[in-house]
């Protein structure tokens, strides 16, 4: 019997409200199957493209949605979810031509112009986007999106003030969802900080978190980096069959969110001879479909056959070289790949992978004043940033132990953020000697490339290595004792 287009509705919308975006996905899609007529049919394939976006499944989420722009060319919310699904990729040129689409068809779409303004942010051009934002107040365009875009705009402009002064009253006014409000109660928290305001700042975005609390179990993920550390044994990975790509393109960057890694992506990425994909999911998928287990996890090597591993190694490298483009190294920018270098180093043998380390609370600081769309639910409270962070130390230090004789050929190394930041050119010079090229002054001038990416705060773009942050958490201190207590042996002391 065919399936209840309603009920799969149903489904899908309890899946979102759960936080499930793979589960949704999956219901969603089977909706679209089955009901080829529905009225939420555009609605739903729309949702699914925000869905993948959400997901972390940016690649995907642009193919998807340019079909269901193709197939509906003058829908305005389609159009805006491509050019935001675009800017999430770090495609910015396609999602400026998406958003000047956009403006054509409707030149008083809000959250179009807040995009305009914000991409030209990005790219250096903060004036032309402060006029976009000026002269649609003129014209009278009242709307959320305008105020966060100019809060990311402000630092630069000197308008700090003003902007804080006008999501507060935003916010005051009510009338948003929780999205909305979340949204203006982290940039006015980020703002608030920059102005030195901080016990105003920390309760802001205290609020703010407390409003999308989500869901997360620490103790689930204790016992998963427990099962990889006893798991990915040299044995059990070097039982594992090899493909014939050897990935000697591939250079990872992982880490903790918000520790430094897309400091790392510019430095590299800003050499003639390297490229980056942005973030990928494709290591998770072909792990996942290698092992269907998380975290790629092989409980019997021996079922993995070679066919497989041919299989997962290309499905991964031909979507991180249709990103990359060609270059001599390919960046994957993704943080969580950190849990995936036992079986991901068998895949990619003789890739790079570039850890990202800093201070846990100023990671922690960072990740409380960051209003993540793309899951990372343990950063809502400071305990489960503790049990994630402390999860994370002890299975990096696990790889460094078994990968030298389980994947020789996989290239493993730390990068200290605070090192980078107090001494850029020997850290640069180093990574960029880690990674296989010849050294290129344009490493340090990574700011002036144009190789923009989205995780950078917008006022931080443009200016090279940025030390604004370090040593943030000494503002913070009197907050911390969940994150240490969380991390036990783990903290740090001094």
């Known amino acids: 019997m065919a399936p209840n287009p309603d009920m799969l509705l149903r489904q899908g919308q309890a899946c979102v409200n759960a936080g499930d975006h793979a589960g949704a996905i999956d219901i969603y899609t089977r909706f679209l199957r089955s009901a080829p007529s529905h009225p939420s049919r555009l609605g739903i394939s729309i949702r699914v493209g925000q869905l993948m976006m959400l997901a972390g499944r940016h690649t995907k989420s642009v193919a998807h949605l340019k079909k269901v722009v193709d197939r509906n060319t003058r829908d305005t919310d389609a159009i805006y979810a491509l050019a935001q699904a675009q800017a999430f990729a770090s495609m910015l040129a396609d999602a400026t031509a998406t958003v000047e689409r956009l403006l054509a068809i409707d030149p008083d779409h809000a959250e179009g112009i807040a995009r305009r303004a914000t991409l030209l942010n990005y790219i250096g051009r903060a004036e032309e986007g402060g006029a976009v934002l000026d002269e ?26 003003e902007s804080v002064d006008r999501m507060r009253a935003m916010v005051d006014a009510g009338g948003l969802d929780k999205q909305e409000h979340a949204e203006l109660l982290f940039n006015t928290g980020y703002l608030l900080d920059k102005l030195g305001r901080y016990d105003e700042a920390w309760e802001s975005v205290t609020r703010g978190n407390a409003l999308e609390p989500g869901a997360w179990d620490a103790g689930a993920f204790t016992a998963y980096i427990d099962g990889l550390i006893q798991t990915q044994t040299p044995g059990a990975l070097r039982a594992l069959p090899e493909p014939m790509d050897r990935a000697s393109d591939v250079v990872l960057i992982l880490g903790s969110p918000r520790s430094g890694t897309t400091l790392l992506e510019q430095i590299i990425a800003s050499h003639p ?186 006022d931080q773009t443009g200016k090279g290595v940025y030390t604004g942050s370090a040593q943030r958490w000494r503002r913070y201190e009197k907050h911390l004792e969940p994150l240490l207590g969380a991390m036990g042996d783990e903290a740090p002391t001094d």
């Not at 009242?142 to 402009?157: N, T, V, Y």
């Not at 060609?326 to 950190?338: E, H, L, Q, V, Y």
């Not at 068998?346 to 992978?353: D, I, K, N, S, T």
């Not at 107090?422 to 144009?450: H, I, M, N, Y």
């Open 273 to 458: 001879q390297a490229a980056t994909a942005g973030e990928l999911s494709a290591l998770h998928d072909a792990l996942l479909g290698l092992t269907g287990a998380p975290g790629g996890a092989v409980e019997d090597p021996r079922r993995v056959r070679p066919a497989d591993m041919i299989k997962a190694s290309g499905a991964y490298l031909s979507e991180l070289r249709a990103r990359a483009g060609k270059a001599t190294r390919r960046i994957d920018k993704s943080p969580p790949n950190w849990q995936l270098l036992g079986t991901g180093s068998r895949v990619l043998p003789e890739a790079r992978a570039i850890f990202s380390e800093r201070d846990p609370r100023d990671t922690a600081i960072s990740c409380v004043f960051r209003h993540f769309l793309t899951g990372n639910h343990f950063t809502k409270r400071l305990d489960w940033l503790g049990v994630y962070l402390a999860g994370k130390q002890r299975l990096v230090r696990h790889w460094e132990r078994v990968l030298p004789e389980a994947a020789p050929g996989l290239r493993f190394t730390r990068a200290v953020y605070e090192n980078v930041v107090a001494s850029p050119e020997p850290e640069a010079r180093r990574l960029v000697e880690f990674a296989g090229l010849e050294w290129d002054d344009a490493c340090l001038r990574f700011g002036q490339t144009k190789k923009i990416v989205t995780t950078l705060n917008a």
């Open 136 to 161: 649609a107040a003129a014209r009278g365009i009242r709307h959320w999106s305008i105020e966060l875009a100019l809060a990311g705009l402000a630092p630069g402009l000197g308008r700090m003030e």
